[in-house]
Every structure is written in C-alpha cells, then in structure tokens.
C-alpha cells in the first residue's frame, strides 16, 4: 500500500492506522492505494433534478469537481424556476414548493461552498457542453491509466 499523494510506501501504525513520513499525513486503510490508478473513477453526472432530497453533505465532500458541477447546474436550475413559482406575480406555490426551496438554496450553497474550498472558487455559470467535456477528458485520462499500468 502506498500513500494516495506521494505515492511512497506508508508504515503500519496500530488499529489500521498508517502513515506517510513523506507527507506527515495519517490513513485509515481505505484511504490506501496499490497504484495511482486506483486514484481514477468515472464520474457520475446527475440527472435527477432533486438529488438535494437525498444526497448528503458527506456524500458531496467525496464527489469531484464534474459531479459537483453536475448537481450545482441541476440546483441552479430547481432553484430558478421554484423561486419563480413562490414568489411570482400569480404565486402558485404550496407548501411543498416552500420547502423545496429551502432545501435546494441549502443544497446549492453547500456545493458552492465546497468547490470554494476544494478548487478556490466556484463558477459564475455552468453549461452542459463544459459537463460533457470534463467527462470526456476524464474517461480519456482513465483509458490511458489502464493502457499504462494494465
């Protein structure tokens, strides 16, 4: 096992726990790797516009940066149009709407705010052709991994 950074091999601490002299960073046994392809995924784009009923904070802290720009367009979305119907001219809305968007300006802050603290900011507008790029570089960069390392 190797540490998921340095890729230098860590020392066995007790209870599953190791460590990487190199790095000064401390693992748990999952957070290993045996080669840095184990590092690359392929990433989920969702499709669901109200994820944010049942995706955890914890769950988005593990998402990359095209999975979290997935959902951020998604919530941005959901949130236009049901601001829309509670506070629009001929408000429609009921009480699940309400609540509905609560839950998704949390959901939407949440993202932000993680790719604020993961790449330094978050973007202004997200279109489905920079998704689908990001995709594409990505499952190019696995191919090769796989090519490489086999």
Do not use: W
């Not at 998921?4 to 748990?28: I, P, S, T």
């Amino acid at each position: 096992m190797i540490c998921r950074y340095c890729n230098k091999k860590v020392m066995k601490l007790a209870a599953g726990q190791y460590h990487c002299a190199n790095c000064e960073l401390n693992f748990c046994e999952d957070q290993l790797i045996d080669s840095r392809s184990g590092l690359y995924r392929e990433p989920t784009v969702e499709t669901d516009p109200f994820f944010f009923q049942y995706t955890t904070t914890k769950e988005l802290l593990q998402m990359t940066y095209v999975e979290l720009l997935s959902r951020l367009k998604l919530a941005r979305g959901v949130y236009r149009e049901l601001r829309k119907k509670v506070y629009g001219h001929n408000s429609q809305a009921d009480a699940l709407d309400r609540e509905n968007l609560k839950a998704v300006t949390s959901a939407k802050l949440v993202i932000e705010n993680i790719m604020i603290e993961k790449h330094g900011y978050y973007p202004a507008s997200v279109f489905e052709s920079v998704i689908d790029k990001e995709v594409l570089k990505n499952r190019k960069q696995m191919r090769e991994v796989e090519k490489k390392h086999g």
